[in-house]
């Protein structure tokens, strides 16, 4: 998975990527068991998957890539 695999914690590098979006959000690197409470409570977020279809998440990303 190569450059998938150093982006999520080493528990979770030989996850299939259908395996890593269906994972816990904090198995991604630097996401604390905190920020992934934080994720939950604001946005029910609890996958990685949920982050990254995440409507506000995709609307902020636009607006960033516009901006450029």
């Given at each position: 998975?190569?450059?998938?695999?150093?982006?999520?914690?080493?528990?979770f590098?030989?996850?299939?990527?259908?395996?890593?979006?269906?994972?816990?959000?904090?198995?991604?690197?630097?996401?604390?068991?905190?920020?992934?409470?934080?994720?939950?409570?604001?946005?029910?977020?609890?996958?990685?998957?949920?982050?990254?279809?995440?409507?506000?998440?995709?609307?902020?990303?636009?607006?960033?890539?516009?901006?450029?």
């Amino acid at each position: 998975m190569g450059d998938i695999a150093s982006k999520v914690d080493k528990a979770f590098e030989a996850s299939s990527v259908s395996e890593l979006a269906d994972a816990p959000v904090d198995a991604l690197q630097g996401v604390s068991a905190g920020d992934a409470e934080h994720l939950k409570a604001a946005f029910n977020i609890t996958t990685v998957r949920d982050l990254g279809t995440n409507k506000h998440f995709l609307w902020a990303q636009a607006i960033a890539k516009l901006a450029e």
